[in-house]
């Protein structure tokens, strides 16, 4: 394995994207006061970009001009192509700036604007990403929209340049045509937002969610989609899309004769071991990049997504209990944590956002090599030809400039049988090798780091954590103290004075209000450090955030969730949260939330109304397993069928309630269905099984324990 010593310094704003080498730097606009990286990256743009806000609506309707909304985030590689050759060309800077005022947003600030805004390209028939470019009214309504448009028209999209005349044409001359256009689009997404409910209505006999039998019907749908060489979910580009392969590594956990349960073990194990093999793992660091531009795996954009790599961490941990032979799965998940702390941790114990593609003006040049540059810092042939063999460096490289991207041709054991010894052997013997690479790859100029915490993604990890060290064990020490630090350190830093939960921190600024994914994932992240610990205060915790749910996002039908809170700035709309991103959706996280915080008695009122509304409303959803998987998963903590332990004792910390944690932690990873449990205070020892409503006598030993669970 090799070393996990700190990189060098991330840039804040590689210099390459402040000016051209040898320019002095271009003059700041608005955008050098943000609080966002990827604002700050175009600072120095002709373009007289304006942050969202009352301002730039202020001047819209002063000017009676059309506002050019552009959303990004740091890590988007398009978003850097789009800003090289747009908003870095004074010409096309000078047509947005005579006839436009230009918003540039971060999404991953201001989620519930590109949310909303994205509806417009989806309704287009432009599948939506980044970067995000509508064109809108003084107030607010989009009129049009697209992802990326390159500067010269090509493959179908006209130039920027070119549909900027064309939309300030429209805006100045067909003002009808605009407000007809205004009025289509609200019309397409009032119909998206009732999507859930035709959905319902076109259930039928589906089984209930929160039932076995929904979480199979899910799951049978997902592997029909296999990609039965490489793994994943249909062809390129691919996404790892760790909230299904959560779902087959439920299912997977069923019978030795169960056929589905084979089918998901044999797709998991596959998307498993074939992602690492390929080149989205860097084979030098760990951790994974956000997706794959081929069906193989092999060529990633090559942006770290924090939220991507906290659920591939627990898949891997738990897959190596499921595999133990497959000693790549638990190395994946030692490597992932071991960057993440050398990388991406913060002073505080928080963790950053991601890091970028490019790095001096070239995407995975920071991540690539020749076969020269290899060779240079390794004088032994033999040992350099093994390492060409075992990483694919083959002459002429795989990528762009003769380069290679570093993966596994054949698997690690394999290649071992062959030179008569196993992968332990090999890895020792190439772990010199892969340390001097590491050191050569830290003297050049590295990608971009977003230093932006963000709340979501942050307890997003710390479940990871939580559950990888349960799976794991001694190979995790320090993990669950580790997800306590991030955990406390959002719960002091990430909340305003009202204890409201807060999204975004950077540079010690904690600002803009949480939207329910960050709340719901904070909660579960609590709920999940109690069981982990059994201390008291995660479930008061835990407790409270449940209640900040139901207070500020629950429908006023109690059937549904809304994505920001009923006090967040209002938008054109107030979206509902429906559908899985990058992240679980926030419904599904506040039904796991509410759902576990009601099998222990500290949930709100009215928790079980909206559980009960929601899983009805939200029937149809094992049919839609891509969209929905989350839910399907968080839905099973309300189900019928799922324990929930009550352990009872004076101290949380008495051996035999902890001794029960280890065993119900352990038993989790082996059952289709969850477990889930909690402490309370008595003055003797003893546990209660609980499903819904109906309860076991008082239990004493592990043996009556392990019978109840069944």
Known sequence: MAPHEPEPPHAAVPPERAAAAGDAPAASNRLA????????????????????????????????????????????????????????DPATAAIMNAHFVNVKVDREERPDLDLVYQKVVQLMGQGGGWPLTVFLTPDGAPFYGGTYFPPQPRHGRPGFAQLLHAITQLWSQRRDDVTMQVESLREGMQSMATIVDEERAQAGGVAPLGTAAALREAVGRLVTRIDPQWGGFGREPKFPNPTALELLAMVARGPSGDRLATDCGNALRLTLDKLYEGGIYDHLRGGFARYSTDRQWLVPHFEKMLYDNAQLLPLFAEAATAWPEAEHLQRVAVETVAYLHADMRAHDGTYFSATDADSEGEEGKYFCWTRDEIAAEIDDEALRELFFRVYGCAPGGNFEHDRSILHLPRPLAEVAAARGTDVAGLLATLAPVRARLLAKRGQRVPPLRDEKILTGPNALLASGLVRAAAALGEHAQGWVAAAQQCVEALWQRHRDADGRVLRSGFEGVVQLRAVLDDVAALGRACLDLH??????????????????????????????????????????????????????????????????LDACERAPEPARALLDGVLDRFRGASTHPFGYASLVRAASFAGPEVPHVKLYAADPQEPTVQRWREMLASLRTQRVLPIAWSWHHAPRVFAVVCRQQTCTAMLRDDDALRAALG
């Open 33 to 88: 006061r943000s609080s966002s990286p990827y604002l700050r990256q175009h600072q120095h743009n002709p373009v007289d970009w304006y942050p969202w806000g009352p301002e730039a609506l202020a001047l819209a309707k002063a000017q009676d001009r059309p506002i050019l909304l552009s959303i990004g985030y740091s890590a988007c590689h398009w978003c850097h192509v789009m800003a090289h050759e747009s908003f870095e």
């Open 531 to 596: 069981e982990a610990t059994l201390a008291p205060q995660w479930l008061d915790r835990a407790a409270s955030l449940g209640e900040d749910v139901l207070r500020h996002h629950a429908r006023a039908e109690l059937d549904g969730l809304w994505f920001t809170a009923d006090d967040a700035e209002a938008l054109i709309e107030r979206s509902e949260s429906q559908h899985d991103g990058p992240m679980p959706s926030g419904v599904a996280l506040a039904v796991e939330l509410l759902a576990r």
